[in-house]
């Protein structure tokens, strides 16, 4: 096996070769004066199993070039099979056509993906599980669930967790707050969200009883805050004793930092998916918990044609 790293997200690919204890494989990314990118992988990788990991987070253009560029120099050098570790797959969001002569990005880019070369893609919380049918190649969609599960207990006493209520921030999210819900033995309320326009995020209604519980609100990304701190100021209000957030994806893009420190919510707890820059790691609301556990197991696993689902009970 061999791990590379494109360049969205090196401390991730370094802490997953730590735990696998094999070294990332030495790759020139570079740019042109145009902008265009060129790489070259420092090292034979002739009928290699490539575990490459590049999340297309921001800039995701970028990032997902990147990772099509590497997965072509990886085919043309003869690598056997190519597992394409997107941690976080951008656009995943466009997944269907909202009106009319509107793309489906999200199935534009599995295209890619797949046309590039890769023989499969490993991914965590995709957006929506049906996303994995874009793809006519294999794909593993990890569950983030149980590194936040296991984060709750060592931050919550068995007494305390008795309080909590988990809430999905909108109705898209409703499958998977039941999910961890459940290992809880608690219950869930919803937050009848709306958008007016794209990036605004408006509470329309709150589905449940919250007067009084502690409130976890948990959902896969968080992007400008809006869904987020709406939900949560609606929340308090209702009578929440407290709020605080789990989140897969941290994309954190402007003003969500500044939305967060000014929110009710008390701690925002994301996964390293995303390379997070200083003002993220600065702020005293927000604290990353890692991924690299997993994602090197499921690497581990996947080598050797083991069964990934097991990892999940
Ligand atoms: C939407 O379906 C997602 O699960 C997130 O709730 C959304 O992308 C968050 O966006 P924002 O933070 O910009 O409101």
Known sequence: MKLISGSSNPELAKAIADVLDVPLTSVDIQRFRDQEIFVKINENVRGEDI?????????ANDHLMELLILIDALVRA????????????GYARQDRKTGGRTPISAKLVANLISKAGAHRVLMIDLHAGQIQGF???????????????????????KKDRGNLLFVSPDTGGVVRTRAIAKQ?????????????KAGEAEVMNIIG??????????????????????AAAALIEHGAKSVTAYITHG???????????????????????????????NCDKIREVPVS???????????????VSKLFG
């Open 51 to 59: 575990f490459l990991i590049q999340p297309t987070s921001a800039p």
């Open 78 to 89: 003869s690598a056997e099979r190519i597992t394409a570790v997107v941690p976080y797959y």
């Open 135 to 157: 793809f006519d190649i294999p794909t593993d969609n990890l569950f983030g669930q149980p590194v936040f599960v296991a984060d709750i207990k060592d931050n919550y006493s």
């Open 184 to 196: 809880f033995n608690a219950d869930i309320a919803i937050v009848d969200k709306r958008r007016p």
């Open 209 to 230: 009883e919250v007067e009084g519980r502690d409130c976890i609100l948990y959902d896969d990304i968080i992007d400008s805050g809006g869904t987020l701190c709406n």
């Open 251 to 281: 994309v954190l893009s402007d003003p969500a930092v500044q939305r967060i420190t000014d929110s009710v919510i008390k701690e925002v707890v994301i996964t390293d998916t995303i390379s997070q820059p200083e003002k993220v790691k």
């Open 293 to 307: 556990t997993l994602l090197g197991e499921a690497i581990r696993r996947i080598a050797n044609d083991e069964s």
